[in-house]
């Protein structure tokens, strides 16, 4: 009998995914990954380098990936902007600095939900930004909901952030990441 293959569920992430996800993923499951390096397993994978951008599309979804800058010690990873019909849902991850941030904003302007890596210990630090610095993206971005997220689980870590939140009046527009989290747009 014979028919089509189905299309393999395609992850996509910086150069060094596929090395970096055989390396994770043998050491819980066998994994299998052909010559060429575009599947593993159950799933193929694109790599987009640092300078590049993908569109993909299915129906009335489409999701653009963009490079972004961690810090500059570590390898590029990818931010990622969600189209549904008129809403948005823009995540630039492991985004790293507010001196980026003109170059990042077309990419979160008018978002529904802008999700930033939001658990820095203190302003201007590389890597993260501080819940404050991600506040003011969020409004120059004119996203409607801020959901903070890669906060740390250290000690009070939490608290300081949701602190910060309250300090700041903006308990309606910002919120701290949690796991089982969903949203009805």
Known sequence: MQGTQPQLPNIVGPVGLVQGLANDIARHIPAKRDLFGKSLGWYSVTEVSPDGFLESRVGDLRIVTYPTVHDDNLPGSLGFRITWRDKVIAYPNDFGSLQMAEELLPRIRDAELLILDAGSPGLGSPGHLHILEA??????????????SHIPDFPGRVEAVREYITKAGREDDVIVAE????FDF
């Open 135 to 148: 506040i003011e993206l969020k409004d120059r971005a004119n996203a409607r909901l801020l959901l903070a």
């Open 179 to 182: 796991d089982g989290m969903y």
